[in-house]
């Protein structure tokens, strides 16, 4: 039972009677709880990746591989990126490796389709283990969208769709929480991409009690390679989308990187099953 229920009453410190009687104690208040002391640490080294190594899925290009980058800024000591390509994007891959230089990491890529459950968990197994870092991150952004009319959808195409993005994503972090849990990783952290147009569930419940915490950033419009097939088939669609923006813009893969660094980061220990809506205010209209 959670110490956070009603009808608790305190008696020392760290510890509570629950109206049964039963004693729980709150093992952060009593000081015992296995994360470093955070309190300890300046605000801003709670974003720091040093010693750190995170997985990111979908890491070849767009989103992905600029959030991958952008770890590296804050000091991550490896970023793995993995994505059905068989190369990266050329452009996107020198400036993430001009950034692991200048920052002392390293980034490095393996060709991963994640809907083949198997290959998912050896990558996932190999990078654990050859890893000098802890893996304490696992970024799920791989992905795929089409622009067509449920009414006349395929379900060939509609199973492609659930096949990547449902439950390629759930075998991505199915694989993340079987090695962090087998190895005991500190202050575990997995972050789904999901999408402000229909955010996920999410196993924080589930995997809360081996220290990992899971949580999904949901984005609004991102210009990338996704949205500019998008845009060139269907140019009117932009006016649409600009409507539905508070900020009168779309996005750029950019401004998502001090959100997912927050979730990845110490400075989000305590947020868990959350949903982080990054969306220019178009879901608020
Ligand atoms: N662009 C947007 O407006 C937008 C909005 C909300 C959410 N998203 C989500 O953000 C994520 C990144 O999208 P992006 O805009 O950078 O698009 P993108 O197409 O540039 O990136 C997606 C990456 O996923 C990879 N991928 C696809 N299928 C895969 C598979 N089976 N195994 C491994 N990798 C695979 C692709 O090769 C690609 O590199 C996606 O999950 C997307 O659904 C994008």
């Known amino acids: 039972m959670s110490p956070i229920a009603t ?29 470093p002391a955070r309190a300890d640490v300046p605000v801003l080294d709670l974003f720091s990746l040093a010693g750190k190594a995170v997985i990111i899925t979908g890491g070849a290009r767009g989103l992905g591989l600029c959030i991958g980058t952008a770890l590296l800024e804050a000091k991550c000591s490896h970023v793995y990126c993995c994505d059905v390509l068989a190369e990266p994007n050329a452009d996107e891959w020198t400036r993430a490796k001009q ?25 996932f197994e190999r990078i654990y283990e050859e890893s000098t870092y802890e893996v304490s991150g696992v970024l799920a952004a791989a992905g795929i969208q089409q ?39 500190n202050n575990a952290s997995i972050v789904i991409v999901a999408s402000m147009s229909g955010s996920i569930a999410n196993k924080a419940a589930e995997w809360g009690q081996y220290g990992i915490r899971v949580n999904t950033l949901s ?13 060139a088939e269907r140019p009117d669609l932009e006016e649409e989308w600009l409507r539905g923006s508070m900020l009168n813009r779309l996005s750029t ?5 001090g959100p997912v660094l927050y979730l990845l980061s110490n400075a989000s220990s305590f947020t868990t099953g959350a949903d982080l809506l990054v969306d220019g205010g178009h879901t608020a209209y």
């Open 219 to 231: 984005p609004g419009y991102i210009r990338t390679a996704m949205t500019d097939m998008l845009l």
């Open 99 to 123: 950034t692991a230089k200048k920052f002392g990491g390293e980034i490095s890529y393996t060709q991963l389709d994640i809907t083949n459950v198997d290959m998912v968990n050896e990558v």
């Open 7 to 35: 009808g608790i009453s305190p008696t020392s410190a760290g510890t509570a009677n629950l109206n049964g009687g039963e004693q729980v104690v709150d093992l952060a208040v009593a000081g015992q709880n296995d994360g």
């Open 147 to 185: 622009m067509i009319a449920s009414i006349d959808y395929p379900a060939a195409d509609f199973r492609r769709v659930m096949d990547v993005n449902v439950a390629g994503t759930f075998f991505t972090i199915q694989a993340a929480a079987r090695q962090m849990k087998k190895r005991k990783i």
């Open 253 to 257: 893969p950019d401004e998502f990187r």
